[in-house]
């Protein structure tokens, strides 16, 4: 067994299939086969089951997976450090962001860290507040940013970017021409929710629970899973919505959407620098910290 082996069998796991491994690291799929029944040979037992058209890691596959993501991110670690102490921050870094940092506020910081450091990769993933948070518990990522906080123990948070939400209605809706609504009136409009698991909703329940409400008191007609498919909805009628002005910036800007206050919820919230608590990092993650805090101004 070698780390090679690891690599290949983390990416069947990730793309569930032989093939789309095989495309992603490119290589043949009998070569890939090959390399997984060496593993498989290796620890005597059988670590993928293929169940239909999908390949799903067995329960021995799910502990070696585990174990895989530490091994290959101390390996880059090692990679890194060695290259620090030589004097070349190099190497390759996984970091990720919850809706809006991913789409908005990330690409932008690793354009300006990638211009000082020429010899640096970095794979920025995008998914919910829940989801980028676990992936930093299992080792997929070294850091996110997030739209909200989390109570696990692991995790420590430095707050990064303050945000103010708002009401965002389509520019012919009969609030459009309003800088503010009273708090009853929103809970009759019908209203876009996020998903379980964003950080947004996380955000607008902490703001309703300080007024002794929880969003189902709102008139949801909908739960979309995206920042990007809230707004096509509000653009097409199908309810208003809070978002971040961050994510509408261009449609506040043309005019087709337009951004209120609710008065009497506080809908101001940070976005969240998340790291594992226990996880020392790696000097390229370090790096990228000072980068990321220096351009914020935070301590």
Known sequence: MDLWHLTIF???????????AAREINLTQPTVSSHMKELENHFN??????????TVPTKAGELLYAYTNQLLSLYEETETAMAEFLGNIRGRLAIGGSTIPAGYILPKLIGSFLEQYKNVQISL??????Q??????????????????????????????????????PANHKWAKKTHIELDQLFDEPFIMRESGSGTLKSLQNSLSKLGKTPRALNGVAEFGSTASVIQGIKNGVGVSILSPIAVADELSSGTLKALTVKGLDL?????????????????????IKFVKTRFGVE
């Open 10 to 20: 983390k990416k069947i796991v990730e793309t569930r299939g032989f093939s789309s």
């Open 45 to 54: 037992c059988q670590l993928v089951d293929r169940i239909g058209k999908a």
């Open 125 to 130: 993933n995008s998914g919910d507040t829940e």
């Open 132 to 169: 980028i948070i676990l992936d930093i518990l299992e080792y997929r990522l070294e850091l996110g940013v997030v739209g909200a906080q989390t109570d696990r123990k692991r995790i420590s948070q430095a707050k990064l970017v303050h945000d103010d939400m708002r009401l965002v209605v």
């Open 268 to 288: 101001s919230r940070y976005f969240y620098l998340t790291t594992h608590r226990n996880r020392t990092p790696s000097p390229l993650c370090d790096a990228f």
